[in-house]
C-alpha cells in the first residue's frame, strides 16, 4: 500500500516537532545547569572575601550584571528589546 504525499509530509512534520522538544528541553537544561551554578557562586559571594574586596571585584560584578541584564532584557522584552 502506498503512502500518500499528505501522510508523508504529516509524518515529517510530527518527527521535526519531536526533534524540536527535545532540543529544546536540552537547551532548558543546559540554561537551568548554568543558573544553578551561578546561584551556588553568588550564595558564595562570588569566591569574594569581604576584607577583600575593591574595584576590581565591582567591576567584575559590573560586568556579569551587564551580561545577564541583556538575557533578561531580552526575555522579558525590555531595554533595547522593547517594543
Do not use: C
Not at 503512502?3 to 522538544?21: G, T, Y
Not at 541584564?69 to 517594543?83: H, L, M, V
Amino acid at each position: 500500500m502506498m503512502i500518500d504525499r499528505h501522510q508523508l509530509h504529516a509524518e515529517k512534520a510530527r518527527r521535526n516537532q519531536e526533534d524540536a522538544l527535545a532540543a529544546f528541553i536540552g537547551k532548558k537544561a543546559e540554561i537551568d545547569a548554568m543558573l544553578a551554578r551561578l546561584q551556588r557562586l553568588s550564595d558564595d559571594h562570588f569566591d569574594a572575601q569581604p576584607d577583600e574586596i575593591n574595584w576590581g571585584h565591582v567591576g567584575t560584578l559590573e560586568h556579569y550584571a551587564s551580561l545577564l541584564k541583556r538575557i533578561t532584557d531580552s526575555a522579558f522584552g525590555e531595554g533595547e528589546f522593547a517594543d
